[in-house]
């Protein structure tokens, strides 16, 4: 793989890909949540912007802009839809035709083994905290590392684990749908990190020269408004929550004594750990961190109110409001902190691009010289077209310039920052929001037959790299 700087943008299998059943799909837990009651919004995943069918107009879209690297995810319950380990060619097929098109047109894939999506058949035995999904997922992974090879040079095992599991047993909002429950939540990022350490095992088997493996981390570092001691005890609390049993078992190998003690402190049972495990863990880690930045998370002292969760896509906050701030609050552990002189998108996240800044520094604080993709980093927002369906986004230019600025200055500051995505490519299902909010640099005409219409924002992109290709 060429070591230039990789520019490029991200979709995920899910929230782009539609044809939900065809060629031999079997159900992901997705599709099972969006089919079900549970989906109060009844919006659906099932066709979505259909890259399914085209993905060579999106790709070819990606390189008129310039861009050399796409960031996109394989679905588990294409490649084996059924329980029965046998492999669905013709899920195996698509993605080979998707690398072919990247091929033609020298873009480099980064690709994500799961980005939320489960198969169906996982989740009925316990989704992430059934013990078996480790053995799973690893001989998923290591049917995708033989048949894809080294045509992938850069795989990462798991998208956010991290807001993932927060959102599937604190929020309630992504399937299971279970809240406030810490618990599952503890053995649901176990198991996750398990099954990072076991693909990586699968992958260094194949000894590849060309291929580099890594997972994608959601939130940023905490920080917090004060330098007071108690909110210094607070930022460590809130790393211990959403950071450090991520990062570190993937980075060291290991987790940190300190956070084993005070996680039983809160009463969780942590009987699923096993020796085994931490042995895979600790020979089996990742070469690259792929970050992704939206927002801050910032920490401040446990008050009151109980442990409780809110996120900014929760129930039917439709982004009209803006009220619907994430928050979250461990009891006896920390609060999260609101700054009241930043500014908020329509969905109540804060927009902060120093935050791009102060993450990767941080980032490089704690663990080196490891290299780092910024995998995601977008505005999502109501967008208006117009007659043609020509969207001026100025707002999500606006955004992306402020982070970028920050992102190459922590580059010129000594990060090794090796890629930067966009999210998201075009227009996508945007989870429980559905598709009011949109992020991307293109925008899919939902009601005329899916018709990409890139934004001034693609071109405004196009410029950029051209001025920043040789970084
Ligand atoms: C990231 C996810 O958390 O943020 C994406 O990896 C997601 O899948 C993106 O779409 C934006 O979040 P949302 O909820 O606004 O779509």
């Known amino acids: 793989m060429s070591e230039k700087f990789l520019w490029g943008s991200a979709t995920a299998a899910y929230q782009c890909e539609g044809a939900w059943d065809e060629d031999g799909k079997g159900a992901s837990i997705w599709d099972e949540f969006c089919h079900s009651e549970a989906n109060t919004t009844k ?12 993905y060579q107009e999106d790709i070819k879209m990606m390189a008129d802009c310039g861009q050399n690297t796409y960031r996109f995810s394989i679905s588990w319950s294409r490649i084996l839809p059924k329980e029965d380990h046998v492999v669905n060619q013709k899920g195996l097929e698509f993605y080979d035709k998707v690398l072919d ?6 873009i480099v ?9 489960l198969p169906d058949y996982i989740g009925a035995k316990g989704g ?28 990462t095992t798991i998208n956010e684990p991290n ?51 890594g997972y994608v981390h959601g939130c940023a570092p905490a920080t917090a408004l004060s330098d007071e001691p108690a909110y210094k005890e607070a930022v460590k609390k809130l790393d211990f929550f959403c950071n ?17 003690a005070e996680v039983k402190k809160l009463g969780i049972d942590l009987s699923f750990v096993k020796q085994e495990d931490l042995d895979i863990m600790k020979d089996n880690t990742i070469d690259f961190l792929g970050q992704n930045i939206y927002s801050r998370q910032l920490a401040k002292p446990y008050e009151s109110g109980g442990t409780r969760f809110t996120v900014n896509n929760a129930g039917n906050n439709d982004g009209t409001k803006n009220t619907a701030r994430e928050t979250r609050a461990i009891e006896g ?40 993709y910024i995998t995601e980093c977008g505005h999502g927002a109501y967008d208006i077209a117009d007659e043609n369906g020509y969207v001026e986004d100025d707002d999500r230019i606006e955004f992306l310039e402020n982070y970028l600025h920050y992102i190459l200055k922590a580059k010129e500051d000594g990060v090794n920052v090796k890629g930067f995505y966009v999210w998201s490519t075009m227009d996508l299902y945007s989870w429980i929001n559905g598709y009011k909010k949109r992020y991307g640099l293109v925008r899919v005409d939902y009601d005329n037959g899916l ?3 890139p934004k001034k924002s693609y071109y405004w992109y196009k410029d950029f790299i051209s001025k920043h290709k040789d970084i």
Request: hydrophobic content about 30%; charged content about 25%; proline content about 6%.
């Open 43 to 54: 919006i659906t995943g099932d066709v979505s912007c259909d890259f399914y069918h085209h």
């Open 101 to 106: 098109e990247c091929e033609k047109y020298g």
């Open 109 to 117: 894939p980064n690709v994500t083994l799961i980005h939320y999506d």
């Open 128 to 155: 992430w905290c059934y013990d078996g999904v480790s053995d799973e997922f690893a001989y998923y992974t290591k049917v995708c590392f033989e048949h894809f090879g080294e045509r992938i040079p850069l795989y």
């Open 163 to 213: 807001h993932n599991a927060y959102c599937n047993y604190c929020v309630g909002n992504y399937p299971p749908n279970e809240k406030n429950n810490l618990q599952d939540y503890a053995h649901c990022v176990y198991n996750m990190m398990v099954c990072n350490a076991k693909a990586i095992r699968e992958f260094r088997k194949f000894n590849f020269k060309n291929a580099k493996i």
């Open 244 to 260: 450090d049993p991520f990062t570190e078992p993937a980075i060291w190998g290991r987790y940190n004594p300190e956070l084993v």
């Open 333 to 372: 552990w920390f609060e999260t902190d609101r700054d009241p002189n930043t500014q908020l998108n329509k969905w109540g996240r804060e927009i902060y691009p120093a935050c791009a800044y102060s993450t990767l520094m941080l980032r490089k604080e704690k663990f080196g010289n490891i290299p780092i």
């Open 451 to 453: 018709k990409r219409i």
